[in-house]
């Protein structure tokens, strides 16, 4: 038998013979959840609140069949008033965060103070669908699940844990019957959930995959299906952030290029620069601007 590994930059999904009717899946983040945080100047208690959300994002995602876009954000009043994780179905992740500068604290709950937290699920076709819960919880992970117990019909826990430079987390859902959303017969969920309870912070970052799974829950024979690669990537472009400027209205684009000679929209994902000068007033202004082809 070769020997079992911890995952790099991956979600796997897991079906165990004795425990029939559940899904484990396990993801962990390493080159990514560098790469995720690497050009934003995160202090590292934020960065690793970023990676918590994309790998929330990332485990959600390879659950549902869908083509789009699946964002999870968490607002509030405390020191880290916004923390945003995209992931598509591609496996394509970003992620940000808006703290205060003189930021101390560390606990989750000093970290984030009150307000809600907000997964949605945006299909290229189909309508939009979004949750949301009070951010009352102890954590990421506590949020999630929190989210489950009311939104969803099928029983989900999530178990997430990051330091700032890898991150690793495990879910556990109860299985739909075949087109529908019944739940099947799930015998020994009761045993993969308490068994998960067991899992360290520390097991998640350094072993969540194979190495992890197995070492857990191999009373109940899991399998192992082929493994989903994610990764840093943004969705920007210079069309988009000119739209973001147009949508201020003529008035205020004219206001904002008489204080100052050029106009620059930083993307918070993932760090790129876009600056517009005098000369590109008349196209942001105009009914018709070029379109993003011939944008440089
Ligand atoms: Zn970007």
């Not at 004795?18 to 934020?46: C, D, I, K, N, Y």
């Not at 949750?131 to 826990?157: K, R």
């Not at 309870?197 to 109940?220: N, Q, S």
């Amino acid at each position: 038998m070769t020997e079992l590994t911890a995952d790099q930059d991956v979600v796997r999904r897991y079906l165990c013979d004795q425990a029939p009717g559940s899904r484990v899946v396990s993801a962990r983040l390493t080159e990514t959840a560098r790469a995720l945080v690497a050009h934003q100047q995160m202090p590292p208690q934020v960065a690793a609140l970023c990676q918590e959300m994309s790998l929330a994002a990332s485990l959600l995602t390879s659950c549902l069949k869908f083509e789009g876009e699946m964002t999870i954000q968490a607002k509030s009043d405390g020191p880290v008033s916004l923390l945003v994780a995209e992931c598509t179905s591609d496996g394509q992740l970003r992620t940000t965060a808006q703290w205060d500068p003189e930021l101390s604290a560390t606990t989750f709950r000093e970290l984030v103070g009150e307000g809600y937290f907000a997964v949605t699920v945006d299909p290229k076709q189909g309508e939009r669908y979004q949750g949301i819960v009070a951010l009352d919880a102890d954590s990421i992970g506590g949020c999630m699940n929190q989210y489950f117990y009311q939104s969803e019909q099928l029983a989900t826990e999530m178990w997430l844990a990051a330091d700032g430079t890898s991150a690793g987390g495990l879910l556990i859902q109860r299985l739909a019957t075949e087109g529908g959303h019944q739940p099947t017969e799930a015998a020994g969920l009761d045993t993969l959930k308490a068994l998960a309870h067991t899992v360290l912070a520390e097991e998640l970052i350094v072993d969540a995959g194979p190495k992890l799974v197995y070492r857990l829950f191999h009373e109940l024979k899991p399998r192992q299906f082929e493994p989903w690669p994610v990764y840093f990537g943004c969705s920007c472009s210079k069309a988009r952030s000119a739209r973001a400027i147009r949508a201020l209205g003529a008035e205020d684009v004219k206001r904002l290029f008489e204080d100052q000679k050029e106009v620059r929209v930083d993307c918070h994902f993932c760090g790129q620069v876009y600056e517009y000068d005098q000369a590109d007033l008349e196209w942001l202004l105009s009914d018709q601007p070029p379109g993003s082809d011939t944008l440089q």
